[in-house]
């Protein structure tokens, strides 16, 4: 009579052995997939060329950047004193001719600008007033009126370089000896290194 409960006794205790190994094992694969999950995984190979790719790209345009910029930027921080004023004034007082530089040409913008007065004398071009800073800049002399780099480009070879602008608020440039101003109406300000126009004046 006794016998009965004693088995049955033991054999819940079986079936709950048999249940915690279960839960055990259950426990131990899903704590092994948490750790795979969290855990580092291996870097795909394509994934890495891209990255390096990405870096090496845009340091290039960093360095391209910052080269252009300091091409920019050393005239103008180098850049010596302007003539002075009254210099200016006395010399452009003995003009064969003259012209006026807007800021409002086709070619002209908030970065490329002149304004003033350009004066010829018989040896010296004069300008008295404010040029827009910038590097490399040189003056020509042109047969016909330019207000745009597509005008100005085309006929670049007929130009006449005077000489290079170092200056932005007035400048006093030597004419080339034996040069025939007849030949020539306008005057260009010109940025050689970056192509682009500044200002021009026609004088005549």
Known sequence: MFLLPCRLTTRLGRLRSAMALTQNREDGHHSKNQTNSCGSRPIDPGFAMKKALFLTLTHGVCLALGFALGVYLLPILTA???PDAEMLEQKAQSAMYSAELT???????L???????????ETEIVHEGKLAPGPDYKLYLVPQFVEHEDEFEPIKDQALQ????????????DLPEGVDLSQYNTVVVWCEAFSEFITAGQFR
């Open 111 to 121: 970065l490329h600008w002149g304004e003033g007065t350009i004066s010829l004398t």
């Open 80 to 82: 010596p004193a302007s």
């Open 103 to 109: 800021r409002d040409l086709r070619g002209s913008d």
């Open 162 to 173: 005077v000489g290079d602008i170092k200056t932005f608020a007035g400048f006093v440039l």
